[in-house]
C-alpha cells in the first residue's frame, strides 16, 4: 500500500488452458478495479512482467500450477515490488512431493519416513536393504491424478520393476502407513474451515476418492486441525490445505499440503474476504468462519453446496433465555491470523530446485497445453486439482494422434468412445479405462499417459 487510505492494485493471476480458482466476484465489495494478467505457456515471461507493470498491478492473486512454479519464480525476482499472494515461498509444497518432504522437515512436522534419491543406483542400493512395503510415488508433475501415480511395492523386485517401467526422477520412496483413513483439512488465515475423512474402500488402501473412497464431514480430532494449523503457520499460508493420515498406529502424519486445492465457491469467498481484509489494513471485515461449521454445511446435498455463495456468519451473542453453552464452538484455539509479509526469499530455487539443478537427462517439450482433470468441487478432492485445463475435440485429437503406434482409426475409436472431455477426464484418473478401445494395451496406454505428461511442460 502507497498511501494511507488508498487500496493496493489488485490483480489476479490466470494461466491458460488452467481453471481459474477465483474470480472477480470472490472479491465481493472491492470498490477498485480488479485486473487480470492471464500467463501463456512457452516463452512468455517477458510479456507477463510488462503487463503486470503497466496495469500497476500492487498484489498478484493465485496459485500457480506445479509446472509453472520456477517460471514464476524468475518471474517473482523480476517483480520485486509485486506481492505475490500466497507467495511463491507458500507455495512450494505447490510443485512436488519432493518439496512437500523438504518443508515438512524443516518444521518437524510428521510425515511417513521418505527417501529421494537423483542417482538411481542409490535407490537400488537402498531398496535392496529396506523392509516392505513401501511406496514410490512420482514426485513432480501435475498431481491430481488420484493416486494414479502412488504405488505400493512389497519387494525389492517390484520396487526395481516399478522404477524400471515408469523411470520417476527423482524416486521417491516413502515407508507404507497402515492407515484407518486420511482427513483433508482447508485452512483460511490457519484456522481450520473445513474437514473431511476420505476412507479407502474395504480392504484397499488407496483413499483418493476418485478411487472410490468415501467422504464424511463428522468428528474430525482435534489433534488433526492443530497439525493443519502448525503446517499453514509454517508456510506462512494465507489458505492453505493438508492431507493428514491418521494410522492404524494412531499416529498423524502429513501426506501433502498446498495451497492449490478444490474448494467449494463459498470457500473462496471466505478466501476473498479474508484476503480483503488482509490488504486494506482492516477496513474489510474480517470474515467470521465458526469452527465444525463443515458438520452442518456438510449435510447440505453437495449438488446445492457448489453453487450457494456468500455464506456468511455473525458472532455469537449468548443471550439470557439461552441456559446451553454450545461448547464444541471453542474458536479459543482458532482465531484466523494475519499472514505476515516476507519478503525475503524462504526457498530460493538456486538451492532448492533439485531437480533441474540436478538434472540428469531433460527433455524439453514446448508446451501446448497445461493437462489436468477437470475439476469438480464434490469430486475432485485431490490437492492441486483447480488446476484443470480445457481441451477442445481437434486438440484432443492432435494429443492422440502424436503418441506413436495410435492411428487415425483408433484415434477415432477413443473419440467415439470418450469424446474429448471423457478422454481427459480418463486419463486424469483412471487411464486403464481407455483399454476399453481394441487394440489398446498397456504398452500404448504407457504411451499415451507419458505423452499427456510431456505436453503438460512449459519450455523453461
Ligand atoms: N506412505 C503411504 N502409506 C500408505 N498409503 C499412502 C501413502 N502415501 C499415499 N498413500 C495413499 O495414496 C493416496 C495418494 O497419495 P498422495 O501422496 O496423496 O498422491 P496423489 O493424491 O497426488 O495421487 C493417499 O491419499 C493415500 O491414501
Ligand atoms: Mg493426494
Not at 171 to 184: G, H, K, L, T
Not at 309 to 330: A, N, T, V
Not at 431 to 452: M, Y
Request: with cysteine.
Amino acid at each position: 500500500m502507497t498511501k494511507k487510505d488508498s487500496l493496493p492494485k489488485i490483480g489476479l493471476l490466470y494461466l491458460d488452458y488452467v481453471l481459474r480458482f477465483f474470480d472477480k466476484s470472490n472479491f465481493k465489495g472491492w470498490p477498485d478495479k480488479i485486473e487480470q494478467v492471464t500467463y501463456h505457456w512457452g516463452n512468455d515471461k517477458a510479456r507477463f512482467i510488462a503487463e503486470v507493470k503497466r496495469k500497476n498491478i500492487d498484489v498478484l492473486i493465485g496459485n500457480i500450477p506445479a509446472t509453472a512454479y520456477e517460471a514464476f519464480r524468475e518471474i517473482a525476482k523480476a517483480l520485486p515490488n509485486v506481492r505475490f499472494l500466497p507467495s511463491l515461498d507458500s507455495q512450494f509444497s505447490n510443485k512436488s512431493k519432493e518439496n512437500v518432504t523438504h518443508f515438512c522437515r524443516k518444521y518437524n512436522l510428521p510425515t511417513p519416513h521418505t527417501e529421494i534419491f537423483y542417482i538411481p543406483e542409490k535407490a537400488k542400493q537402498y531398496l535392496a536393504n529396506t523392509q516392505y512395503p513401501k511406496i514410490i510415488k512420482r514426485s513432480y508433475g501435475p498431481s491430481n491424478y488420484g493416486g494414479y501415480f502412488v504405488h505400493k511395492v512389497d519387494s525389492y523386485e517390484e520396487a526395481a520393476s516399478l522404477l524400471s517401467q515408469k523411470r520417476y526422477y527423482p524416486a521417491y520412496v516413502q515407508d507404507f502407513v497402515p492407515m484407518e483413513a486420511d482427513i483433508r483439512v482447508m485452512l483460511i488465515g490457519h484456522k481450520p474451515v473445513c474437514a473431511f475423512w476420505r476412507r479407502p474402500p474395504e480392504g484397499e488402501w488407496l483413499t483418493n476418492t476418485s478411487q472410490g473412497g468415501s467422504m464424511d464431514y463428522q468428528d474430525v480430532p482435534k489433534g488433526v486441525l492443530e497439525l493443519a494449523a502448525r503446517a499453514s503457520k509454517a508456510a506462512n499460508a494465507e489458505y492453505w490445505a493438508c492431507d493428514i493420515a491418521l494410522g492404524k498406529d494412531g499416529k498423524l502424519r502429513i501426506l501433502e499440503c498446498a495451497t492449490a486445492f478444490a474448494a467449494f465457491p463459498y470457500i473462496r469467498d471466505w478466501i476473498g474476504q479474508y484476503l480483503m481484509w488482509l490488504l486494506s489494513d482492516g477496513r474489510f471485515a474480517k470474515p467470521n468462519i465458526p469452527l465444525y461449521n463443515w458438520e452442518e454445511l456438510g449435510k447440505i446435498d453437495t449438488r446445492l453446496l457448489r453453487t450457494m455463495r456468500h455464506i456468511g456468519f455473525s458472532r455469537y451473542k449468548p443471550s439470557q433465555d439461552c441456559g446451553e453453552q454450545f461448547s464444541r464452538l471453542d474458536e479459543y484455539n482458532y482465531p484466523i491470523l494475519d499472514t505476515t509479509y516476507r519478503p525475503d526469499e524462504e526457498w530460493p530455487s538456486e538451492m532448492w530446485n533439485f531437480q533441474d539443478n540436478f538434472k540428469l537427462h531433460g527433455i524439453v517439450v514446448p508446451a501446448k497445453a497445461q493437462s489436468l482433470i477437470p475439476s469438480n468441487d464434490e469430486v475432485s478432492t485431490e490437492l492441486n486439482s483447480y488446476q484443470d485445463v480445457q481441451f477442445d475435440e481437434a486438440q484432443i485429437r492432435e494429443i492422440l494422434s502424436q503418441v506413436k503406434g495410435v492411428g487415425s482409426k483408433m484415434v477415432e475409436e477413443i473419440m467415439a468412445t470418450f469424446g474429448a472431455i471423457g478422454v481427459v477426464e480418463a486419463l486424469n484418473t483412471k487411464p486403464e479405462q481407455l483399454c476399453v478401445v481394441k487394440n489398446l494395451k498397456d504398452k500404448k496406454l504407457e504411451k499415451i499417459v507419458n505423452h499427456w505428461q510431456q505436453v503438460a511442460k512449459p519450455c523453461h
